[in-house]
């Protein structure tokens, strides 16, 4: 069977997307500052991706249109700091709205909390 141009097409527009979001767009190269923390930046990548095509009756020229199209979108969430073998995730969003959301971000830092007083009490 014939290979149908719109597969050209999309093949074309899909490679582009690759090259643009990798996983270096998601998690970053980690950044060192001079005192020994270590900083990697997180973003969350959102793309669309939408095509069509049709046979169009010119008989003598092939008869095909055709479109593709794509967005890509970058938001930065947060970083990972890694200090003393401790990691955290430092958000820059915006803070939560509602008291279950506040609670679900409260959750790593209670664990955290809960781990040292543990390890306090098992070291006395």
Do not use: C, W
């Amino acid at each position: 069977m014939e290979r149908h141009p719109i597969g050209d097409l999309t093949e074309v527009t899909l490679s582009k997307i690759k090259e643009m979001v990798d996983v270096n767009t998601i998690v970053g190269e980690p950044i060192t500052t001079p005192d020994g923390i270590t900083l990697i930046p997180v973003s969350k990548v959102t793309f669309g991706f939408g095509g069509g095509g049709s046979d169009l009756p010119i008989k003598d020229r092939g008869g095909f249109g055709g479109l593709n199209g794509a967005g890509v979108k970058i938001d930065p969430v947060g970083f990972l700091t890694i200090s003393d073998g401790v990691v955290k995730m430092l958000n820059i969003s915006a803070p939560a709205n509602t008291t279950v959301d506040r609670l679900v971000e409260l959750i790593p830092e209670l664990i955290d909390k809960t781990e040292q007083l543990i390890n306090k009490y098992k070291n006395k």
